[in-house]
Structure formats: C-alpha cells, structure tokens
C-alpha cells in the first residue's frame, strides 16, 4: 500500500521558527511523532501531540483555530508533518505550517534538541531551586532520622496513582496542587518537619517551596532525588500504599487559608477576574484562554464549568505541555474555595505564562460550549463478532500500545500504530479489524485506512479478558514489535521504575543537567520573584 499525497502545508525554516517562539504572540508548536520519538529529542517548547492521537487532544491543547501552528517529524522522507497538517487543515485550523526538513534540520541549523518530556516544567523545578535555595534532605538523612523517631512527615506530592506504584515508607499522599489546602491538617505541630517527595525532583522542590512560599512555620524539605535516589541509596521503597489526605476540611478554616494563598497570588502578580471578562476572552477569537479546573479527580467528577479541562494544580505545573500547547495563551485557573488556585497560578506566573484566577471559582457562571471535532464513524464489533471475522480471515491490526501488544496479543495479529499504517501489506478486497483500546483513535486510523485503499474496517475495542471469554487464542511476544519500532515508548523514563538503577541515575542525571542546555532566550522565558 502506499499513502496517498497529503496537501502540504507552507514550510517554515528553524531559524524562522526559532524567532517565532519568543516574538511574545501565540504559537502553538506540534511535535506529531509519538511519544517514544518524542521522548528521545525534541524542541524544548515542543508539545507532544503524536498523530495517533491528533484529532482527539488538539482541540483541548490548541483550541483556536486560527492560531499559529507549527508541526516537525524527523525529516527526511519522514511524511508524518505533512499527514498532520492536512489533518489540521480539514478540521479548520488556518495557520499551519511544517518545519522544513523537521528537527534533523532543527539541529543542523545549531539550535539544540532535548531529551526527556514535560522538558520546560522540569527545567522550571531546577531552576526554581537554585533561585530559592530550597532546602533538601538526602534519602540517607531522611532514613536515620526515620530510624531515630524524629517528628516529621512524609508528603508525596504526586497523584495518588503513581503514590501507589512506589512511595517511601511511611509517606502520605497530599498532590502538590492539595498542599495549600491540606498541609495544616497533615502537620499539626509547627515543630514537626514536614519532607516533600516525589519520584524524581521537580515535585519535590516545586512542593517543598511551596509551602515555604506560602509561609508554612515548620521545617520543609524537598527529598533529594525523590524515591528514585531512596532507590539507589539501596533503601526499601514502598509499593501499594494507600494513605493519603483526608477529603474533608473544617470550614472555618478556609477564610484564613484563602488569605494567605490571596497574599501569595499578590506578592506574584497574579491577576483575580471575574466571570463577565472570562466570559468575554472564550468569546475572543484572536486570543486563546485555558479555562483549568485544578481541584482534584474527585471533585471533578462531580461537575465543573463548561469547557474546563481537569489540570490539578501539581500536575499543572509539573506537566504544562500535557494540557495546553499554545505558548503565549491566558490560563485562567479556578478551584471551589480560593485556597489552591492562587498557588497553582503564582508558580505559572514565574513559568513565563499569563496565568490568572477566577473569582467565582466553581460558582461563576459561563457559557455553554461548542461541541468539538467530529469523530468519524465506524462500525464496533462485538468479541463474539470478532471470533467470528478471524475464523473468516479477516485481517487483525493490533494498535494498542506496543508494549500492551508484547504482554499479549491475539495470536496471528498484527501490531502497527497510526503513522505506519501505510508500510502493512494489506489485502484490499478482505475485512481489516483494528484492535484498539479507544474507539476515538481507531475511527481517526481507520480513515487513514480508507485512504490507502480499504473498505470494509471495523474496530474491536475488547480486552485480553474478554477475548479469552470469546474463545479467542492469544500469545505474548515480549520481544516484538522491536524496541526499534515501539515508538511510542520512552524506554530510558520507564526503566527508571523498573529496577534499572542505570535507567535511573541516567534520568536524575538528564534532569539536573537542563538548566545548562537552554539558551539565553528560553531562560528568559521565565519570570521567578521572590517567594
């Protein structure tokens, strides 16, 4: 099969580009390879929209469609740029551009590419530790003085999920987004050392000065290194903990926990706006604003404001590129009570972002929101459905995560992901079933199929576990797809995790080494005043 000629957008060269992203209007930088390509070297305000996923994230990361866009791939006889950019084009963004001969040129043009993701908000965590002088304290430290009985507590500042995968023993999960609100009942004592951990650094530092910021009494550390450097010190970590910060909070303590976040806000220059302005900036066709709920999941789930993405506070901060990808945009973030969203948007502030609040928070009143992109339709079979195609000889294509596809696969199928779709040989005249584990992005690569050529596409979106009920054989193949063509999987991030202790000082080491790769530009990107 071939891919068809995909109209291409007006091509921009680097150093173009490179004037582009600190000229101060909206730009919203693509990366549109996947996350493992990503993940090796990217531009560092890229934001990673891989293809696979395009249609279904861009209109939440770059909302307005006559923005500025720029998409890069590798370069060469890499097509994916191209493929984007028509993608964007049929869903009306009318400003897109493709860097010419993709970051391969970047680099050739002497403008550096960084490994990594979330590369901005982390390079953000160490400089924000030099500027302050965050106090930390080495796992080894933090051990003994377990062992001798000391008063302190243990924070994790990290989303309860990844708390549970490993944490330091004894340690309670309070996000960083939470900590404002929650800290008071976690530490009672003043006296009590209050240690802030998450897995690597930024959340460390970034909680821990926090709550110095905010002018906590206790002592506050950030745990050197997180659970990574407890790791490789040979310490025992934790694994499927579950304690965590009480839901509840005494209402009477909130009129004196809002002002001491307002007075933080303030001393940060975080503008406060009401409900009437924001109501007119989402009307604002020349100027694109995030409206970011930064409570947590639970609330959330509850209800929030039309049009509001979910980005707690921490993750916010921590992971900027996963829920906005237009540089220069307005964020305007809101909780229920007043307490974590000046926090959340003082630390945006010093990100370099126009960051503000809003007054009402959960109570304001805003209008109600367009629907997005039309997913195209596809027909979803059954697993009973699917046993019955295969023994047809329908053609199975597996495009679950590749390392999902290794653990187990349905024997026979073929695992393949979006922007290679076109390299499969594929029998035109016989039914192609996509194996997926999200309709969205099945329907958006089983028009990339009818492209190519083929009618008849229908998708499953079944499990292992209910394959296995409908009879379907199954096998694992841990060592295909190769690691070469798992594009989508960031190795050295994950092996970090996984018992790899050169996977984790090589990421620490990454880490700690940003601030020397940004230019005077990028560094001037960032805003920091005093806490």
């Known amino acids: 099969m071939h891919a068809t000629s995909a109209s291409p957008a007006a091509d921009i060269d680097a150093h173009t580009l490179k004037q582009w992203l600190h000229d101060g209007q909206e730009i919203a930088l693509l990366d549109v390879r996947e996350h493992g390509q990503y993940g090796e070297s990217h531009l560092f305000y890229a934001a990673p929209v891989p293809y696979s996923r395009l249609e279904v994230d861009i209109v939440r990361l770059a909302p307005r469609r006559n923005a500025r866009v720029v998409v890069y791939d590798e370069g060469g006889d890499d097509q994916t740029a191209a493929r984007a950019a028509r993608a964007l084009s049929d869903l009306g963004y009318q400003q897109v551009r493709r860097l010419a001969c993709g970051i391969a040129q970047w680099q050739r043009d002497g403008y550096a590419a960084f490994a990594g993701v979330n590369v901005p908000s982390k390079t953000f965590g160490e400089l924000a530790e030099e500027v ?22 243990v924070l994790d500042g990290r989303p309860y999920a990844e708390y549970q995968k490993m944490s330091i023993p004894g340690g309670i999960c309070c996000p960083n987004g939470e900590l404002a609100l929650r800290v008071h009942t976690l530490a009672k004592d003043p006296k009590t050392t209050i240690v802030i951990n998450c897995a690597g650094r930024t959340r460390s530092i970034i909680g821990a000065q926090t709550l110095i910021n905010l002018g906590v009494p ?31 909070i005494e209402t009477e303590a909130l009129p004196a926990l809002a002002e001491r976040s307002s007075r933080l806000a303030a001393r940060h220059g975080v503008p406060i706006v009401d409900a009437a302005t924001v109501r007119q900036w989402l009307r604002d066709t020349s100027r694109t604003s995030f409206l970011c709920d930064v409570r947590s999941a639970e609330e959330f789930a509850q209800g929030s404001l039309p049009g509001a993405q979910h980005a707690p506070g921490g993750q916010l901060v921590q992971a900027t590129d996963q829920y906005l990808a237009v540089r220069g945009a307005r964020i305007v973030v809101f909780d229920a009570e007043g307490v974590r969203a000046p926090v959340t948007a003082s630390w945006l502030r010093q990100m370099g972002w126009d960051a503000c609040v809003l007054k009402e928070g959960t109570g304001a ?11 195209p339709a596809v027909s979803i079979l059954s ?9 047809t000889g329908a053609q199975a294509i597996d495009i679950r995560p590749g390392m999902r596809y290794r653990a187990g696969h349905i024997a026979g199928a073929r695992w393949s992901i979006r922007p290679r779709l076109d390299r499969l040989d594929l029998h035109a005249g016989q039914p192609v079933i996509l194996l997926a584990e999200d309709a969205a992005l099945a329907a958006w690569a089983a028009k990339d199929l009818r492209a190519l050529g083929i009618a008849d596409i229908k998708v499953n979106i079944g499990t292992p576990a209910s394959w296995s009920a409908a009879g379907i054989p199954q096998e694992s193949t841990p ?3 190769a690691d070469s063509e798992c594009i989508d999987y960031l190795f050295f991030v994950h092996d970090r995790h996984d018992g790899n ?31």
């Open 132 to 153: 302050f002088h965050t106090p930390r304290i080495s796992a080894r430290e933090l051990a003994a003085r377990q062992e001798r009985g000391d008063d302190l507590i």
């Open 218 to 248: 206790n002592p506050v550390y950030a745990l050197e290194n997180g659970t990574q450097g407890w790791y490789l010190e040979d310490l025992q970590l934790e694994h499927g903990a579950r304690r965590r910060y009480e839901d509840g």
């Open 365 to 375: 009143v805003l209008d109600p929101v367009e629907p997005r992109a039309d997913t």
């Open 383 to 391: 697993d009973e459905a699917l046993a019955a195609a295969l023994r």
């Open 479 to 481: 060592d295909r797809p």
């Open 501 to 531: 202790k050169a996977a984790a000082r090589q990421y620490l080491s990454w880490e700690t080494n940003l601030v020397k790769q940004i230019d005077d530009r990028e560094l001037a990107g960032y805003r920091f005043a005093a806490g």
